[in-house]
């Protein structure tokens, strides 16, 4: 488990179950929900699952072995987060297909917001697993595939509840260097998944492949749960309450810091609204309620905040922090946002701020600062994440903030 990682235990399979109407046709073709519609039921009710938030551990004494490939690096996997996509189901003459579905899958997940902001906080890399034969168990008699990952539908009893072996997908995805989520593809055109396991799953031939994934690695990175009317009564998530907005404020629990905040769908204000199992949701609706939407605030929050439980904000420097002799140029890697915000660096040098005309963002020549010769003095930078998604400070100073120092002589 990640340095910071609260060691919470998610107590309730989130599994992927959302409708685009109360019910669907038999052959499961879901249409483009209304940011405003009723999402329906699933089939049955959830079982409960212990299922740790953290990246999976690997079990490596079965074999396992695949080609693997690195689609996207963004920095070093020892300070990234790797999301390492599997496909179960695909024979050696459709791996191409496997590509083409898996890179839809993890580009339709950076176009939602967290995710786009923070896409150089992950690598992406691809797993070719052949499949001796084309597709996974789909029928509700439980036979199984002869998938190398056991891909299979009405996992629990429940049709649209996609589960993999999750020790075998882990054999395939081998051990990376830093912390990473596993995402298995099934060659299926049917609307299934899951999330918030040791495997996120979807069928990657459903044409709501792309919408599915964001919904479900919400679950998995953000530990978000499900908000729809009928989801498991389960509080203890970021995005779920068992009080209202008055108890909230009163308590300072849950969302109280974003209550009456503008909702990034456009669809109201954040308060507390109450679905029919009981529970209360931040916003009217939700991409953890409706496929197609947008993460709400307490949800954005949670999702960039478990990001930073594992990625720092600062990759390293040059020269390496602590005594440095002379005049040097110093620098400072901070993690590149997507967009015209980036990170944060604030310069001091002896305490006292250096004035950002004489600094350069990421780097600082001390040559500059009239420093007399032979004295000593000491420059500190300060990388920190200054997104206003983030309303716990608290948080913002342990985990989204580095300093570092370097003590000039000479």
């Known amino acids: 488990m990640p340095p910071g990682n609260p060691g919470r235990i998610v107590r309730s399979l989130a599994a992927l179950v959302l409708m685009s109407a109360a019910v669907l046709p038999a052959a499961l073709e879901v249409a483009s929900p209304a940011p405003s519609a009723v999402i329906g039921p699933p089939v049955g009710p959830l079982p409960d699952r212990v299922a740790p938030p953290a990246p999976h551990r690997l079990d490596l004494r079965a074999p396992g072995a695949a080609p693997s490939v690195d689609v996207r690096r963004a920095g070093d996997p020892a300070n990234r987060i790797t999301l390492v996509l599997l496909g179960d189901g695909y024979t050696l003459g459709q791996q191409a297909l496997f590509r083409e579905q898996a890179d839809r899958a993890w580009r339709a997940l950076m176009e939602i917001e967290p995710f786009r902001t923070y896409q150089n906080f992950f690598n992406i890399r691809r797993v070719e697993v052949v499949s001796p034969a084309a597709g996974i168990a789909e029928s509700e008699d439980g036979e199984a595939a002869d998938t190398p990952l056991g891909m299979h539908f009405w996992c629990e009893g429940t049709a649209r509840l996609l589960c993999a072996d999750e020790d075998a997908t882990a054999r395939y995805a081998g051990p990376d260097a830093g912390p990473q989520y596993l995402i298995a593809l099934a060659n299926s055109a049917e609307y299934g998944g899951a999330g918030g396991t040791g495997v996120t799953t979807l069928a ?5 492949a792309g919408r599915i994934i964001q919904h479900e690695i919400g679950h998995t990175v953000g530990d978000l749960g499900d908000e729809y009317d009928s989801a498991p009564t389960d509080p203890a998530y970021a995005n779920l309450s068992a ?17 009456g905040a503008t909702s990034p769908d456009g669809g109201g204000t954040v308060g507390a609204y109450r679905s029919a199992n009981g ?3 931040p916003t009217p609706d939700s991409v953890m309620r409706t ?8 949800s954005r929050e949670a999702i ?3 990001i ?6 600062l990759d390293g420097t040059v020269p390496a922090a602590g005594p440095v002799s002379g005049r040097p140029r110093l620098q400072v890697s901070a ?4 967009g015209p915000r980036q990170l944060h660096v604030d310069w001091t040098v002896d305490g006292k701020p250096v004035p950002p005309t004489a600094a350069g963002g990421s780097w600082l020549d001390t040559a500059t600062l009239g420093l007399p010769a032979g004295a000593r003095a000491t420059v500190t930078a300060t990388v920190r994440d200054t997104t206003d998604w983030v309303r716990d400070e608290a948080f913002r100073d342990r985990y989204m903030t580095r300093t570092v120092s370097w003590t000039l002589t000479g």
Request: no cysteine; charged share 25%; hydrophobic share 35%.
């Open 204 to 208: 990657g031939g459903s044409p709501d």
């Open 243 to 259: 009080v209202d907005a008055a108890e909230m404020l009163r308590t300072r629990t849950k969302w109280w810091r974003w209550l």
């Open 279 to 281: 529970l209360y949701r």
């Open 291 to 298: 496929l197609g939407g947008s993460y709400n605030l307490p």
């Open 304 to 306: 960039v905040e478990q």
């Open 308 to 313: 930073y439980r594992r990625v720092q904000p």
């Open 335 to 338: 993690l590149p946002l997507d």
